[in-house]
């Protein structure tokens, strides 16, 4: 499966922006899918998840409450909604997708074998 990461943007704190990976070549359906982050200097971060149930999405603490993670198995697209946005939220924001993720290891970056360019998101404050 390709992904293809877009919607990031410059907002201002308290703000919101959805982002969206598109996939292609495989049905998204079949993929658990992820949102990870990378601020400079600092590793890459699980964001929020959602594995092939559909029912089960985590988030990070510093998501929870504020972002959505969600799909659509006829665009075949995977959003995040962000809402109250802060400027910790600064970060490049991937999508990962794997068809083999289970929740016990839903948050390790490691266990994804696809994943989106990236794209950025800058919360001033």
């Known amino acids: 499966v390709q992904l293809q990461a877009s919607g990031g943007g410059l907002v201002q704190a308290g703000g919101s922006l959805r982002l969206s990976c598109a996939a292609s070549g495989r049905t998204v359906s079949r993929y658990a899918v992820a949102w990870f982050r990378q601020a400079p200097g600092k590793e890459r971060e699980f964001v929020a998840g959602?594995?092939?149930?559909?029912?089960?999405?985590s988030y990070a603490d510093s998501a929870k409450g504020r972002f959505a993670i969600s799909r659509d198995n006829v665009k075949n697209t995977v959003y995040l909604q962000m809402n109250s946005l802060k400027p910790e939220d600064t970060a490049v924001y991937y999508c990962?997708?794997?068809?083999?993720?289970?929740?016990?290891?839903?948050?390790?970056?490691?266990?994804?074998?696809?994943w989106g360019q990236g794209t950025q998101v800058t919360v001033s404050s």
């Open positions: 990962a997708a794997d068809p083999s993720v289970i929740l016990s290891s839903q948050a390790m970056a490691a266990q994804y074998d696809y």
């Open positions: 959602n594995l092939r149930s559909a029912s089960r999405s």
